[in-house]
Every structure is written in structure tokens, then in C-alpha cells.
């Protein structure tokens, strides 16, 4: 940087500052002798050649001898000196004509040179206000120098240097040389004011291109660039104003142990925009869709029902993603996990590396996807489940979960019930829920809803369970088969929100 505020010192002084000083001083004096001094190179000349001229004449036009003429030759002699004395007058008038002329055109130059002066300082206070209101300003290429480019802005020298014009950090020769003698739109990146009251000025194109690229930037747009870094969960791309990430799980539609062996720094890749951070300059890409491979899953092999061995490759909030061969990956989703129990994420029971045994629940050839699960492995337990967890049976339990509408409690290892916030309207303070994950308290079996899969518990308190009294689960009615309600993110259904109350109101507003 000191090497480019030398450079753009240099450009504002050499060319204007020190030839205006130098001539207007050669100017100071209105003497036609001094005023010669400061001709040019060929008024000088002619200068000289008149003055030299003038001597003679003098020497020549001596007073005239007083001696009478006796012969013809002295009479010769007068009449060539009249004649040399005419000429010397005509030489003399001549000479002090063309000094006047030189004195004219100096004044002329000068006035030429002030008003040139006076341009350049209002193009730098333009330059200056640019700089502080952050607005571009447009500046033409003079030409190639040392770390950059010669830039004039309305007649002010600039420097652009090479780091600062394009994108990438160091633009070929071709590219700075191709911009010569063209107007470019570049911000003030800074300014050096001297003691002497010349100015360094510095420009940039980096800002105005950075904010052209993310706002011509979109999500399904096709980006090319070279690998910049290569990381244990995935590729980086250059991709100019900003690099891409190609996530392990994106670099291609099967799965690859270790990137090293398949990319190298340098390598220039092809992928899709798939998702845009502005805020954080993030950008997420994807390149499955560029890598020309067969899928070797068929639909007889994975037909839906059949079972499989495969290894946990990854996890995400949603499901983990099962090898079953090279190539082929299915998707186990939480909730497809456990029959009975409230998961929230697959690390709670399962991790990277286990092998485990699935059943195919979809196959999709044409977005090659497959479903997985692991509960359909074995029979649906809810229909049965009130024989081993009778209604009104005391447990103690443990918190896993607090939501705003109640918590999820596993009574045993198999199994999870919901305790809505409605069972608890003795215990509530300040209506907030007192218990936070990890605390035991009793609960009782309140209702099973095996078509739901679905258990609510109750708060149990000791003086009102002390001898509770086994029920048999309501049995569904016909309005409430045709109810079919989504579990939440948490693992909760609709029905679990509601109070005895709301639901009985809701089963006859339906029967209706």
C-alpha cells in the first residue's frame, strides 16, 4: 500500500504541480530580457539572433568622419553606410515586435495553466466529497504503470491499484491493458493530503463488484469456480466476491469416505445455487445433479416391505441416512424410529457407524430416494398396549420434554407419554409448568389412543391414587377413526393439546 500512495502522489505532482510553478516564476518579471528567458527553445533562438544583431548596428552608426571625400570611393562608402544604418532601424523595430508577441503568448499560456489549475482542484474536492458521502465516481484509464493504473477523474490524477481491480487478487496483464483508454466506475478507497498541499488519491472496484455479484446472485443459478479448500464435511468453491460450500452430503448422489481422494485444490467444479445467506456472505451449493453415475437400486430389490442391513452415515434433526451398498442410501426418518417412544432426534438412540437392520417403506427411481424404518420390523404394539399399561395405573416417571403445552415422560424404556398442561392445573405457578427435563414425578395412565398412537398420563397425587381402579380404553367411535392428526416437531399430536372436555365437545360437534 506505501508503494501505491507513492505512486498516486507521484501521478498528482509530476505532471501538473511543479511545471506550473516553474514557468509562472520564469514569468515574474514584465523586462523583455526576462520575459526571452522564459520563452521556449525556438523563440529563444530568435531572440538571440536579434539581439546579436542589435551590437552591430551600433558599432557601426559611429559619428561620420569629418574629412572631405576627394575621390569616388569615398562617396561609395557614405551611401553603404546610410543603407546599413536603414537596415539596422528595421532590424531593431522587427525584434522589439517579436518580443511582444513572445510576452503575449506566455500571458496567454499562463492564464491557460490557472484555469487548468483551478479545474484540477474542483475535481479533487469532488473527489473528496465522493469519499465521504461513499458515492462511485466514473475516472478514465490513462495507462499501465507500476502495481496499477493511471486513472484521471475531469483532469485529476488518480491510482488504481492492480489488488483493487478486479475480484480475484491478482488480475492478469492482459486484463489491466485491455481497460486502457475506457471509463470505469470506482469507489474512493483513500486519500493522503501532504504538508505541500498535494494530494494522494487511491480508488477501488472491489465494493461496487462484491455488491453487483450478490445482487445478481440467485437461488437454481448455475456457478462454475475452483476448489479453494477442501474440509472433512466438505468442498469450498472460489466463486469471486464470495466462496460456495459444497456440503459432503451435495458433492455427489453417493456417498464419499474421504474428499482427498476425489478433489484437489484447484479443480474447477460445476454446481447450483441451493441456498443464500446475504447477512453472513454464505453461500450453499450442490453438484449432484452434474455427476453422470447409474443408480444401481432397483424396485425389485427394494420393493416395499423388504428388510435390509445397513450403516448409519449421517444424522440430521429430521432422520439419518442408512448405506444399504455403494451408491444407495436411504432415508430413516425419527419418527419411523420406535413405535412407543417420543424421539426428538435420531442421535437419542441411534450413531455414526451402527449397523442396523430396516424395512423399505417407499423407493422412488426417479428422484432416487428410498423410506426406511425400523418400528415396522415388529408388530404395531398400541392396539394391545392397555393389556400391559392398564388405565389408571401408577408409574413414576421421567421428564425428557417441556413444551408449552405439557411434557413428555417416559414411563419405562419402551415407552413415552404425553402430560398435557390441562392434568396439571393444581401444580401450575404463575401458570408456567414447574418441572424442567430430568425430574421423576408420578404419573397415571389417563387414555390410549392406539389409532393416534397416542398416550396422555395425568398428575398423580397420593390422596386421590390411592387405590386407583383399572379401566379398559374408551373404544373409538366412528368420528374419531376418521380423525387423523399430525404429530408436532416434539412428537405430539393435536389430540394431546386438548382437555376430556375439549375432546368429548369436539367428537360430538363431528358426529353431528
Known amino acids: 500500500m506505501e508503494q501505491d500512495k507513492t ?42 539572433i536579434n539581439q546579436e544583431t542589435a551590437p552591430v548596428v551600433e558599432e557601426n552608426t559611429s559619428p561620420p568622419s569629418f574629412e572631405q571625400p576627394t575621390t569616388s570611393s569615398t562617396e561609395t562608402t557614405s551611401q553603404a553606410t546610410s543603407v546599413e544604418t536603414t537596415s539596422s532601424e528595421a532590424t531593431i523595430s522587427t525584434s522589439a515586435l517579436d518580443v511582444k508577441e513572445a510576452i503575449a503568448r506566455a500571458q496567454e499560456e499562463r492564464e491557460q495553466r490557472r484555469t487548468r489549475r483551478a479545474r484540477i482542484i474542483q475535481a479533487f474536492a469532488e473527489v ?14 490513462y495507462s499501465r504503470v507500476r502495481g496499477g493504473l493511471r486513472v484521471f ?32 466506475l470506482v469507489m474512493v478507497h483513500e486519500i493522503q493530503e501532504y504538508d505541500e498541499g498535494s494530494m494522494a488519491v487511491i480508488v477501488s472496484r472491489k465494493k461496487l463488484l462484491e455488491e453487483e455479484f450478490w445482487n445478481n446472485l440467485q437461488v437454481g443459478q448455475i456457478v462454475e469456480g475452483p476448489i479453494s479448500s477442501i474440509a472433512s464435511f466438505g468442498v469450498f468453491i472460489n466463486l469471486g466476491a464470495a466462496e460456495g460450500l459444497i456440503h459432503i452430503s451435495r458433492l455427489a448422489p453417493y456417498r ?21 445467506d446475504k447477512q453472513n456472505k454464505r453461500i450453499s451449493l450442490s453438484r449432484k445433479e452434474f455427476v453422470e453415475t447409474e443408480w444401481p437400486a432397483s424396485e425389485q430389490k427394494y420393493s416395499i416391505g423388504s428388510r435390509h442391513f445397513g450403516i448409519v452415515r449421517r444424522m440430521t434433526d429430521f432422520g439419518a441416512f442408512v448405506e444399504l451398498e455403494p451408491l444407495v442410501e436411504g432415508l430413516l426418518r425419527t419418527s419411523e424410529i420406535s413405535w412407543t417412544r417420543r424421539l426428538r432426534r435420531p442421535q437419542e438412540v441411534l ?26 420390523l415388529t408388530e404395531n404394539p398400541w392396539p394391545k398396549l392397555h393389556e400391559k399399561y392398564p388405565i389408571n395405573s ?18 419405562s424404556p419402551e415407552l413415552d407419554g404425553f402430560l398435557p398442561r390441562s392434568k396439571m392445573k393444581k401444580t401450575l405457578r404463575a401458570n408456567r409448568i414447574p418441572f424442567k427435563s430430568g425430574d421423576k414425578i408420578r404419573v397415571f395412565i389417563s387414555d390410549i389412543v392406539p389409532q393416534e398412537e397416542s398416550l396422555i398420563l395425568g398428575y398423580a397425587e397420593e390422596e386421590e391414587f390411592t387405590n386407583p381402579k383399572p379401566q379398559q380404553p374408551k373404544k373409538a367411535s366412528l368420528s374419531e377413526k376418521n380423525i387423523e392428526t399430525k404429530p408436532l416437531s416434539s412428537g405430539i399430536s393435536i389430540m394431546d393439546m386438548l382437555s376430556e372436555e375439549q375432546k368429548e365437545n369436539l367428537l360430538k360437534s363431528l358426529n353431528k
Open 351 to 376: 450413531k455414526v457407524g451402527d449397523k442396523i437392520e430396516v424395512v423399505v417403506t417407499s423407493f422412488n427411481a426417479e428422484k432416487k430416494t428410498i423410506g426406511l424404518s425400523i418400528k415396522r
Open 394 to 411: 401408577v408409574y413414576e416417571g421421567k421428564i425428557v420434554q417441556v413444551v408449552p403445552q405439557g411434557c413428555v415422560v417416559s414411563i
Open 153 to 184: 477523474y475531469k483532469g485529476a490524477p488518480l491510482f488504481l491499484p492492480a489488488s483493487h481491480f478486479h475480484l480475484s487478487k491478482s488480475p492478469t496483464d492482459d486484463e489491466l491493458a485491455e481497460v486502457v483508454n475506457k471509463n470505469l
Open 256 to 276: 464419499i469416505a474421504n474428499l482427498f481422494e476425489y478433489f484437489k485444490i484447484g479443480d474447477t467444479l460445476k454446481a447450483r445455487v441451493i441456498e443464500i
Open 128 to 141: 473528496k466529497k465522493a469519499y465521504e458521502e461513499q458515492k462511485p465516481i466514473e475516472v478514465l484509464v
Open 7 to 48: 505512486n498516486a502522489s507521484t501521478n498528482i505532482v509530476n505532471p501538473f504541480e511543479e511545471k506550473v510553478e516553474n514557468q509562472e516564476k520564469n514569468l515574474s518579471s514584465n523586462t523583455p530580457e526576462e520575459s526571452i528567458s522564459s520563452l521556449s527553445e525556438t523563440e529563444k533562438v530568435e531572440a538571440s
